[in-house]
């Protein structure tokens, strides 16, 4: 038995060093490829840190993209709707344009019509002075006359006294 004792301690031995050997060439491998995999690690770590910076700075340049859109869509929206007031004052504008502009056409042809009744009653006035020029001019010819006539009629009378003081 003392051989069997010393054959199985031998192989519990051998079986020892063998298991220590794995071990150590497996912590030996596990450590190799423990650090290149921590390597690896703090190389994506560092790479998602990067991608998260720079997935904030384009949610910043996003949000700020958005909030440019909202207020030209705002101003888009007041422009349009100064746009519409405008077109409809310029609308009404344009009706009263044209209202005006056929009140200026009918009261140009009132002018025209009183300036033609204008001219024609400066014509008759201009007529109708010279017939008082004239009537004037005939009515002293006339008085001249009538004192003419009331000289001889003095006369006569003086002269047909003068006889019949004679006479009588």
Known sequence: M???NQNANLVLLFLLVLSVTVLVGATVYYQGNFSSI???????LESLQKLEKELTQKSSVLNKTREE?????ERESEFTEQ????????EVLEGERSKLTSEKES????????????RESQAELTHEKRRVA???????Q???EVNYWKEQTASIRSQLNACQSEGS
């Open 2 to 4: 003392g051989y069997i």
């Open 38 to 44: 921590n390597e690896e690690y703090n190389h994506k």
């Open 69 to 73: 859109l909202v207020l030209k869509s």
């Open 83 to 90: 746009f519409t007031e405008i077109r409809s004052q310029k």
């Open 107 to 118: 009261l140009e042809g009132q002018l025209d019509a009183a300036q033609e009744g204008l």
């Open 134 to 140: 004239e009537l004037q001019t005939l009515n002293a």
């Open 142 to 144: 006339l008085a001249v």
